[in-house]
């Protein structure tokens, strides 16, 4: 018997109901179980590190900005596509950690710019790291040249 799940699938389907599949129904079931395999890791790595999914974005997000890490955050909302009370939300916690702080915009007097803590540009670069690191483990038995086939595949897909 195949060990494959998704093959396992579109089996079942192509027997059960063969109209609900069509020539990009493996692609789609495929690209779901990899963005499941890449969402369990990237959580597993944040649960080490007492980050949400929400906070680990915010603060690479900031991290990524470039010095001096700091974004407005209706700014740093639309980057996320998060909601403003969202984007507020996470940021509190942040700033009950002491991972972020809320200073004055320097250009607009009446706005606010959040701003990575030392301790924060630490806790995003680990993470970013370990995330990273995490996912190439994930490739590891692919040769690189397969990787580059998928990626140039998915490009042209998303394109």
């Known amino acids: 018997m ?10 079942s389907w192509d027997q059960e109901l063969p109209e609900v599949l069509y020539p990009s129904s493996e692609l789609t079931k495929r690209i779901l179980v990899l963005s499941g395999l890449l969402n369990e890791t990237t959580r597993r790595v944040l649960r080490d590190l007492e980050l949400t999914t929400a906070e680990f974005d915010v603060i690479v997000s900031l ?6 890490y700091r974004q407005k955050p209706s700014d740093l909302s639309r980057s996320l596509l998060l909601s403003t009370g969202g984007t507020s939300n996470v ?6 950690r002491g991972l972020v702080v809320r200073e004055p915009d320097p250009a607009d007097g009446r706005g606010t710019q959040i701003r990575l803590t030392d301790e924060g540009i630490a806790l995003a670069e680990k993470a970013v790291k370990a ?11 692919l040769p690189d040249e397969v990787v ?9 897909l998303q394109a």
């Open 148 to 156: 580059e086939q998928a990626t140039a595949a998915l490009r042209k």
């Open 91 to 96: 940021t509190n916690q942040l700033v009950r």
């Open 2 to 11: 195949n060990d494959d799940p998704v093959d396992r699938l579109i089996a």
């Open 63 to 68: 991290r990524r900005s470039g010095t001096p």
């Open 131 to 141: 995330s990273s690191a995490a996912h190439h483990e994930l490739w590891a038995g």
